[in-house]
């Protein structure tokens, strides 16, 4: 899912994997009524060193997000949040916000940090606003976030009830950071190279490390005039029909609705439109829109997924008048994710939310890949919840993501995506 937290707030809210289906630690944690397990009853978490640092010219890559990616000017307040092993970008980045007279905050963290932060702090304090993360909104222009968490399982055993009160104590600050048109821009996007997330793509990890320099390294003004190609025929469209082999079969409406995109520049237009127009997440390479309320039947299956590491086979979501109206799934991970589920009192969790288009030329996931992600040209991607940064008007700070490679969309009764291949 799609929400940011600023990590100098991480005294009191934390960045939580509920990204349902996919695993990725990109949520808040939450918290309620039971009793925080001691920190020695949960593994053990280590912040290995990314063996990828060295792939691509770390100045350059700073000065590049710094300048067009977060289009950061004089006077504007920078902070920039990452895992301790990526130091040297980090000041980097920093250094390079200081060259053009904005102010930056660096702010580290680890993933020890973020599981006692956890587990350590008793659930009484769950529902606490996050006084830091409110003050803050009101301070920063610029918020850079290195997702680079290294332990796909560190909040296993967290339970489903405090994660569902931390996560809605964290919306009144995602609020106020999109109310306040923070513009944000996250280095990962769901492929910073770790050893675990390169074995589920089917790739050894240096493989995956260069994939993901290489797809930070795309010509961001080719990427844009591809977007806005894309983006053009998207918002010409207005009837949605999404299939695929493993029994997808998904129709909804877009008509009238906005369509934005992660190409790696912020322009003036974008910082005049504010909302999920000033964020991006590089690797860059999307464009998205969300379904007209009240749209979308039919169903979606998601072959394969992950929650905390564990395998879920054959996710089937049924969608009736852009609800989820019915869930089945299978393996080891299916229960926990659906506890979790299950736990979050608020309807804004079932509707149908986004959809997402991966347009990057530089990714490509092996072939056969049964386990998908954002960016790659003619990937697809649905969701239900939060979707402000997709242009929608839900921010429940949770989503239900399912990444669909191999799939098949039309526009109106034309080819749009055609197994796996953008038409365009």
Not at 151 to 178: H, I, S, Y
Not at 187 to 207: C, I, K, V
Not at 308 to 333: C, E, H, K, V, Y
């Amino acid at each position: 899912m799609r929400h940011h937290i600023p990590a100098a707030a991480l005294a009191v809210a934390i960045v939580f994997a509920l990204s349902a289906c996919q695993g990725e630690p990109t949520a808040p944690a939450a918290t309620a009524d039971a009793a925080a397990p001691a920190a020695d009853a949960a593994p053990a978490a280590t912040d290995a060193p990314a063996s990828s640092a060295a792939r691509t010219d770390l100045d350059q890559l700073a000065a590049r997000v710094v300048s067009q990616s977060a289009a950061i000017k004089e006077g504007d307040v920078v902070l920039i949040s990452g895992r301790t092993h990526d130091a040297e970008l980090m000041e980097n980045l920093a250094v390079e916000a200081r060259k053009l007279g904005a102010f930056p905050l660096v702010s580290y963290n680890s993933d020890r940090l973020s599981k006692r932060l956890f587990f350590d702090v008793p659930a009484e304090y769950d529902s606490q606003q996050d006084a830091l993360g409110m003050a803050l909104a009101d301070v920063v222009d610029v918020n850079i976030e290195l997702g680079n968490t290294t332990t796909e399982n560190l909040f296993e055993g967290a339970d489903p009830a405090r994660v569902a009160a931390r996560n809605k104590a964290f919306e009144p600050m995602q609020q106020a950071f999109t109310r306040n048109n923070v513009r944000f821009i996250e280095l990962g996007n769901g492929l910073y190279p770790t050893a675990w997330r390169a074995e589920r793509l089917g790739m050894s990890e240096d493989a995956l490390a260069d994939l993901f320099w290489k797809g930070v390294n795309v010509d961001y003004a080719q990427l844009q005039a591809r977007a806005d190609e894309v983006g053009k025929a998207l918002s010409a469209g207005k009837e949605v029909h999404v299939t695929h082999a493993n029994g997808t079969d998904l129709t909804f409406s877009i008509a009238g609705r906005p369509v934005l995109s992660s190409d790696g520049m912020l322009s003036e237009a974008d910082i005049a439109r504010g909302g999920g127009a000033v964020q991006q997440y590089l690797p860059a390479g999307e464009v998205y829109t969300t379904p007209v309320p009240g749209s979308g039947d039919g169903k979606l299956v998601q072959t394969r997924g992950y929650f905390r590491g564990q395998q879920i086979d054959n996710l089937t979501l049924s969608f009736a008048g852009g609800q989820l109206t019915g869930m089945t799934g299978s393996g080891p991970g299916y229960a926990g994710f659906k506890a979790e589920y299950d736990a979050i009192d608020d309807a804004r969790k079932s509707a149908l939310g986004f959809i997402d288009f991966g347009i990057n030329p530089n990714i490509a996931l092996p072939e056969g890949a049964s386990v998908g992600t954002w960016v790659p040209a003619g990937s697809v991607t649905i969701g239900t919840g939060g979707n402000t940064w997709a242009g929608g008007d839900s921010a429940i700070p949770y989503s239900l993501t399912v990444h669909l490679p191999g799939s098949t969309v039309t526009v109106d009764g034309k080819p749009f995506v055609e197994q796996g291949a953008l038409k365009l």
